[in-house]
């Protein structure tokens, strides 16, 4: 696990931790920076777990981007599924079962991009990434990232005057 990318993201994480634990949440482990003479140079956030999260609180509903896992408990797969789509991003979701048709249930209704299934941020350079809904913009990778950063435009040229055929 690496640093984040700069200290003012550093600091976002750990206030968005915070806000969390103030919600409501539990934490379970981190949530902290990590110092020490290994750490000097860098913004490194300690792997956080934080339990018992509600849908309505703000880690629960935002993109975080940092060492941070919420776990909230649910009891039938529609309400696991429901509580991945609640939220307006959906860049990627993961997955754990030993059912083949559990899996490919969620991989169809879960709203993200990306849905890994047993495996986690597993992504080869030649799988299209990338997000639905309030996260991501088109798709980077694989062939599809071609159609991501080409702009297409059409010209007419009339060597005539025009005959409309219609």
């Given at each position: 696990?690496?640093?984040?990318?700069?200290?003012?993201?550093?600091?976002?994480?750990?206030?968005?931790?915070?806000?969390?634990?103030?919600?409501?949440?539990?934490?379970?482990?981190?949530?902290?920076?990590?110092?020490?003479?290994?750490?000097?140079?860098?913004?490194?956030?300690?792997?956080?777990?934080?339990?018992?999260?509600?849908?309505?609180?703000?880690?629960?509903?935002?993109?975080?981007?940092?060492?941070?896992?919420?776990?909230?408990?649910?009891?039938?797969?529609?309400?696991?599924?429901?509580?991945?789509?609640?939220?307006e991003?959906?860049?990627?979701?993961?997955?754990?079962?030993?059912?083949?048709?559990?899996?490919?249930?969620?991989?169809?209704?879960?709203?993200?991009?990306y849905?890994?299934?047993?495996?986690?941020?597993?992504?080869?350079?030649?799988?299209?990434?990338?997000?639905?809904?309030?996260?991501g913009?088109?798709?980077?990778?694989?062939?599809?990232?071609?159609?991501?950063?080409?702009?297409?435009?059409?010209?007419?040229?009339?060597?005539?005057?025009?005959?409309?055929?219609?």
């Open positions: 696990m690496g640093a984040l990318i700069s200290e003012a993201h550093l600091d976002k994480v750990h206030s968005l931790v915070q806000a969390g634990i103030k919600a409501g949440a539990r934490l379970v482990c981190g949530g902290h920076r990590l110092t020490g003479a290994q750490y000097e140079g860098g913004y490194f956030y300690a792997p956080t777990v934080l339990a018992d999260v509600a849908p309505d609180n703000l880690v629960f509903c935002e993109e975080i981007f940092g060492p941070v896992v919420t776990v909230t408990p649910f009891k039938t797969d529609d309400e696991a599924i429901d509580l991945a789509n609640v939220t991003y959906g860049l990627a979701a993961g997955v754990w079962t030993a059912s083949l048709q559990r899996s490919l249930r969620c991989v169809r209704e879960i709203q993200a991009g849905v890994w299934v047993n495996t986690y941020n597993n992504t080869p350079v030649e799988v299209p990434f990338g997000g639905q809904k309030g996260s913009f088109g798709r980077d990778c694989g062939t599809q990232a071609i159609e991501t950063y080409t702009t297409w435009k059409s010209a007419m040229l009339a060597t005539a005057p025009f005959q409309p055929y219609y």
